[in-house]
DNA sequence: TATGAATGAGTGTTCATTCAT
DNA sequence: GATGAATGAACACTCATTCAT
C-alpha cells in the first residue's frame, strides 16, 4: 500500500505532464496503485490533491532555499545559490517548473491560497539578496520582480522544453545543431551568469 | 455572424485562459455567438481549431519580426525590437504567452506541426543577429538559445502573472509593494536592458 | 451531373453496404458527386431515398421475372429460372441480398409500402409455379413459402457472406478447406437442384 | 439493479431489432434500468456490449449443438435436430436470427473475432454429420456448405419476417391467405423434411 | 480504513435536414 | 435548379465524485 507520499510523487508527475484539467483522478490512483476511493478517502479531491502536490513542492523548494541562503553571505554566490535550488534535482525541477509555467499561464486558476506566501517567500528571498548586492556596492540596482522572472523563466522554459528542442532539432538543417545540449544545471549556471554580468557593477 | 477570425479571436482567449484541455468547445462556440455545429463546420474539432488560432498567432508574430528586422542594422536595436514585438500588443502578448507556457509545460503535446517551423524562425532571428552583434564587436558571445529563454520567459511569465501579482500584492505587508505595477512594455524594456548591460561588450 | 439513377445506384450501394441506418446522405452525396442539398432536392429525404432505392430493386427484379416465367413451361425449369432472376448478376444481387436479408431481419421496419406488393408478386410468382407443378403430377406439394423462404435464403446469404467465407476459411485447418469457391450463380444451381430434388415427384 | 445478464438480454433484443448502428446506448441504458456509465463500468462501449451479446448467443447455440449431436446417432435424425437447436425458443430465435442476418449482409463488419470460431463450428458440425450420412449410404453427396444456408437462410427468414408477413397478408386478397400460419419449428420441420427429401439416398 | 460499484453532468462530435441566395 | 452554409437534436463516451459495505 503506497503512502500518501507515494501519491503525491505519482499526482506530481500527472500535473506536471497533463496539467490540472489533462489529469485524470483514475490514471493518478490506478498509477499509484491505490483505488479511487481509497485516493479521495486519503487525500480528497482533485483540489485537495492539487493543493497537497503545489505545497509539498513550493514548501520543500522554499525551505532548501531558506536554509541555503542562510549560509551564505556574498552575493554574487547567494544570486547563483538560489537558480540552483530552482533547478536541484531532487524535487523534480521539470515537474516544479512544468506546474509553475501552467500555474501562471493560467491566472492562478487552481493555485491554492496556501502557496501564494510560498512563492512570495521566493521572491522575497531575492529581493533581499539583490538588495544586500546593492547595498554592498556589488550590483546595480534592479528590479528584484524581473530579474526574478528572468531566472525563473529562463530556467523552467529550459527545464521542460526539452520535447519541443528535440522536434525542433529534428526539423533543423544539419550543419549547425540550433543548440548544443546542455544539462539544466549548466543552462542555469550560464544563464545565472549571464544575468550577473547585467548586475554587476563595474568600477 | 461572426467571421472564422472572430471565431478565432474567442477561441485563443479561451485557450489562453484555459488550455487546451479545460477549454470548452460549447463554450467557444456560445462566447463567439455560433452554433456548436457550425464552428465545426467551419473549421473542424477541437485539435484544428487549436492548430487555426496557433499558426495564426505564431505567424502574425512571426511576419512582423521578419519585417521588421529587416530594417533594422543596430544589434541592440534588433535585440530591443525583438522583445517589443514579443509583448506587442496588437497580437494579445498574453495570450500568445499563455499559450506558449503551457504548450512548452506540455512538452508540445498538442502542438501541431506546422507550428515548430515559426517557433524556430523566431529562435533563428535572434540567433542572427546575436551573431551578427559579437562579428560587429558589440556582443560578448552567448549561447543564444539561452538569451531566447530568458527573454521569452521573462517576458511571457511577466505578461500572464498579472493575476497572481494581485493576489501576492493583497497579501503583502502594506509598506513596500513588492512589485510596483510596470506595463507589460516597460518591463520588457527593462528586461532587454538587463539582458543587454550583460551582452555588451566593454572594452 | 449524375443523373437521378446514377444517385441511386451509389445510394443502393451505401444501404447495401450498411444498412439503413448506416449509411449517410453525406457519402451518398459526396459519393455520387452531388450536392447534399441537391440530393435533397432531386430525391428527397433518407427514407425517400431508401424507398426510391428498393422500389427500383425490386421492380426490376419483379419485371424480369414475370416476363422470363411467362415464355416457361416446364415446372422445374421455370423453378430454375426463377432462382436464377434471383442472383442474376444484372441487378445487384448483392445489393438486393444485403438490402432484403436486413429488411427481414428489421421486420420492415423501414420498408416503404409500395414494395410490399413487388415482395409478394415474387412469391406469387413461385406459388403459382408450384402449383402447376403439383397439377401437372411433377411435384410433391409443399408450401410454396417456406420453398420461398429456401431458395431465398440460401441464395441470400451465399450472395453476400463472402467477407466472412474469406475470414472463417482463414481460420479453418489447412488440409480441408470447408467450401471450395463456388460462384453465386453455381451455388445458386447446386441449390436449385438440391431443392428440386426434394420436391420431384418419383413415380 | 438488473443483473449482467439481464443487460445483455435488453442489448440483445435491441441490436436484433434495430441493428448495430441503430440500435441506442441510451436506450440500452433505459431499458435495463441501469445509468449509462454503469452499462460502461459494467460491459464496456458499443462494441464490447455487442460482442458480448454475440458471443453470449452463439456460445450457447453452439453448446446446446454439441451435446446434443452428441448422443444422436441416426444421420437423419441429426439434422432434424440441428435445425431444432437452430430455433430453439430458448435462445431467442428470432434476435440470433436477426442478428446474424445482418451480420451477414453487413459482411461481418462488426462480427468480434471470437464469434468466428463458434459460428465455425456450427456448420463443422452439419458438415460431419452429412459426412457420416455418405458414408452410411443414406445421403447422397452434396455441398455441406449450401446444405446449411438452405436451413439457416430459410429458419432465419421464417423466424424474423412474421411482421413483413402480417403485412402482406393484410394486402392480399382475402380468400386465399398467402400463407396459412405456421409456428417457427413447424416450419423448421417443414423445411428439414424438404430437405431430407432431397438428400436422401433412394435405393 | 478500504473499495467495488454506481452515477449526474457533462464533452467532443455527428447527422439529417433546411434555408438563403 | 442548384448549393454553401447553418443547425437542433442526438450520440457514444468520460469523469469527478459518492456510497454501501
Same mark, same amino acid.
Given at each position: 500500500?503506497?503512502?500518501?507520499?507515494?501519491? &503525491?510523487?505519482?499526482?506530481?508527475?500527472?500535473?506536471?505532464e497533463?496539467?490540472?484539467?489533462?489529469?485524470?483522478?483514475? *490514471?493518478?490512483?490506478?498509477?499509484?496503485?491505490?483505488?479511487?476511493?481509497?485516493?479521495?478517502?486519503?487525500?480528497?479531491?482533485? /483540489?485537495?490533491?492539487?493543493?497537497? +502536490?503545489? %505545497?509539498?513542492?513550493?514548501?520543500?523548494?522554499?525551505?532548501?532555499?531558506?536554509k @541555503? $541562503?542562510?549560509?551564505?553571505?556574498?552575493?554574487?554566490?547567494?544570486?547563483?545559490?538560489?537558480?540552483?535550488?530552482? +533547478?536541484?534535482?531532487?524535487?523534480?525541477? %521539470?515537474?516544479?517548473?512544468?506546474?509553475? $509555467?501552467? *500555474?501562471?499561464?493560467?491566472?492562478?486558476?487552481?493555485?491554492?491560497?496556501?502557496? &501564494?506566501?510560498?512563492?512570495?517567500?521566493?521572491?522575497?528571498?531575492?529581493?533581499?539578496?539583490?538588495? *544586500?548586492?546593492?547595498?554592498?556596492?556589488?550590483?546595480?540596482?534592479?528590479?528584484?520582480?524581473? +530579474?526574478?522572472?528572468?531566472?525563473?523563466?529562463?530556467?523552467?522554459?529550459?527545464?521542460?522544453?526539452?520535447?519541443?528542442?528535440?522536434? +525542433?532539432?529534428?526539423?533543423?538543417?544539419?550543419?549547425?545543431p540550433?543548440?548544443? %545540449?546542455?544539462?539544466?544545471? /549548466?543552462?542555469?549556471?550560464?544563464?545565472?551568469? @549571464?544575468? &550577473?554580468?547585467?548586475?554587476?557593477?563595474?568600477?
Amino acid at each position: 500500500m503506497p503512502s500518501n507520499d507515494d501519491i &503525491l510523487d505519482i499526482a506530481a508527475a500527472a500535473f506536471a505532464e497533463k496539467g490540472f484539467e489533462g489529469a485524470r483522478m483514475d *490514471e493518478i490512483a490506478k498509477a499509484a496503485d491505490v483505488n479511487k476511493a481509497t485516493l479521495y478517502y486519503r487525500i480528497g479531491d482533485k /483540489d485537495a490533491l492539487y493543493a497537497a +502536490v503545489l %505545497e509539498r513542492i513550493f514548501s520543500a523548494k522554499g525551505a532548501r532555499m531558506q536554509k @541555503m $541562503l542562510a549560509t551564505i553571505d556574498d552575493a554574487e554566490d547567494r544570486v547563483r545559490t538560489f537558480t540552483r535550488i530552482l +533547478v536541484d534535482d531532487h524535487d523534480h525541477p %521539470e515537474q516544479f517548473s512544468a506546474i509553475m $509555467l501552467r *500555474e501562471v499561464a493560467g491566472g492562478g486558476r487552481n493555485l491554492p491560497d496556501n502557496v &501564494l506566501p510560498l512563492m512570495a517567500r521566493m521572491v522575497g528571498a531575492l529581493k533581499q539578496t539583490l538588495a *544586500e548586492g546593492v547595498k554592498q556596492g556589488r550590483f546595480n540596482s534592479a528590479n528584484p520582480f524581473l +530579474v526574478h522572472m528572468m531566472l525563473m523563466g529562463a530556467c523552467s522554459l529550459y527545464a521542460t522544453n526539452g520535447p519541443i528542442r528535440s522536434r +525542433v532539432a529534428a526539423l533543423a538543417p544539419e550543419g549547425a545543431p540550433l543548440n548544443p %545540449e546542455l544539462s539544466l544545471s /549548466d543552462a542555469a549556471d550560464s544563464i545565472t551568469d @549571464m544575468l &550577473l554580468n547585467g548586475l554587476r557593477r563595474t568600477t
